[in-house]
């Protein structure tokens, strides 16, 4: 059975970037110290990262100077560079954007259910406003109206925002989706076959894999695939070419993304015209009156593959406590991706709502 890392990106993007982030249901039946466990585990490779801060004091730091794949986490980039424009009045985001130029985008079966997630809740609408495909792209990871953005947005203007925002290591965004397509193309183009299409993909640069991520982006915009064609890259995406997708996600570092949550949490850093924006696209969390009864305010952005899970949060409570918080891990099995989504929820609510647990944390991991 064919397992689609785009798809479990996807769902984890849901599960952890959901406005129903009720940490109190998840708490009853999740273990937080999983997360530790697996943390003490992984530390001594370069497969795990992890740093948070609380009240501007850095709680733990474990490899936090290494890059590894964002997944969905990346989203957030985009959801900055939405708010800016939107600020200085380049994009309207009441503009009425038809669903047919998001389809463009979509692959079948490659998301999780995220876009037909979305769609779902629609109401059969044919056209929505902009600034609802920048909250699908957060709430429910889709990926069609993260490819439809990056379009909209431009990926030269995308690719400034992480070093406006301090991150020195991210690396460069490109639509992931569509260079789900290079494999194909390479055995259609040059008769390889699968394992001599993985020798080029594995010795491909990282330019010339973007740049054709980019030319199939483009092409899509004028002539997209038809269903037949995309469901005909679905069948191809065996493991092997998973792996290899999954690891050539745009990435980044702990420290770049607690930087990034600081600056947001801080909500200084970006002008308020900015966060006018931002917000309702970062903080759909605080729609639930739960939290709103306690936080003041609180964002997140998760992803996964098959082998990757990352989770990027920020909060303040109403006791004026401000946590940050980033995990990045890759390399993994498909048990420690599922045991991460179920605990990851926990871990955060624990660690925001319980001092002894905050505590306990520092101290475990302080001798990693």
């Given amino acids: 059975m064919i397992i689609i890392l785009v798809g479990a990106l996807a769902v984890i993007g849901v599960i952890l970037g959901a406005g129903i982030w009720s940490f109190k249901k998840q708490l009853n039946k999740e273990d937080p110290e999983y997360i530790l466990e697996l943390i003490k585990d992984k530390s001594n490779g370069k497969d795990v990262a992890l740093s ?3 009240n501007h004091q850095q709680w733990v730091e474990i490899n936090e100077q290494q890059v ?16 800016e424009q939107a600020a200085k009045g380049r994009i309207n985001p009441d503009q009425i954007v038809n669903l047919t130029e998001l389809e463009k985008f979509y692959v079948p079966k490659t998301d999780g259910g995220a876009h037909e997630a979305w769609m779902s809740q629609l109401d059969n609408d044919t056209s929505v406003p902009l600034r609802e495909i920048a909250k699908g792209m957060i709430l429910y990871s889709s990926n069609a109206n993260t490819e439809y953005l990056m379009h909209l947005l431009g990926l030269d203007d995308i690719n400034k925002v992480p070093e406006k925002m301090g991150a020195t290591n991210h690396e460069p965004l490109y639509p992931i989706v569509s260079a789900l397509f290079i494999p194909i193309e390479l055995m259609a183009e040059n008769g390889y076959t699968k394992e001599e299409a993985i020798s080029v993909l594995k010795t491909m640069s990282m330019e010339e894999y973007r740049n054709r991520a980019y ?4 092409r899509f915009l004028s002539s997209s695939p038809t269903l037949e064609e995309k469901h005909k890259v679905v069948r191809s995406l065996d493991m092997d070419f998973q792996k290899i997708w999954s690891d050539r996600l745009p990435g ?3 420290n770049d993304y607690i930087s990034i949550m600081e600056k947001l949490n801080s909500k200084k850093f970006l002008g308020s015209d900015v966060h006018q924006y931002l917000d309702p696209v970062m903080e759909q969390m605080m729609k639930n009156p739960n939290n709103q009864g306690w936080l003041m305010h609180a964002g997140i952005k998760g992803g996964s593959t098959a082998f990757v899970m990352t989770s990027a949060m920020y909060a303040t409570d109403k006791k004026g406590n401000c946590t940050e918080f980033v995990f990045l891990s890759n390399h993994l099995n498909v048990l420690e991706v599922t045991k991460l989504s179920k605990n990851m929820n926990g871990f955060q609510l624990k660690f925001l709502t ?9 101290e475990e991991l302080a001798e990693l």
């Fill in 52 to 54: 948070i801060k609380y």
């Fill in 68 to 83: 590894l794949p964002l997944a969905s986490t990346v989203k957030t980039i985009i959801a900055i560079e939405y708010a």
């Fill in 215 to 218: 030319v199939i982006h483009n």
């Fill in 252 to 254: 980044s570092t702990a």
């Fill in 354 to 362: 319980d001092e002894e647990f905050r505590n306990s944390v520092k």
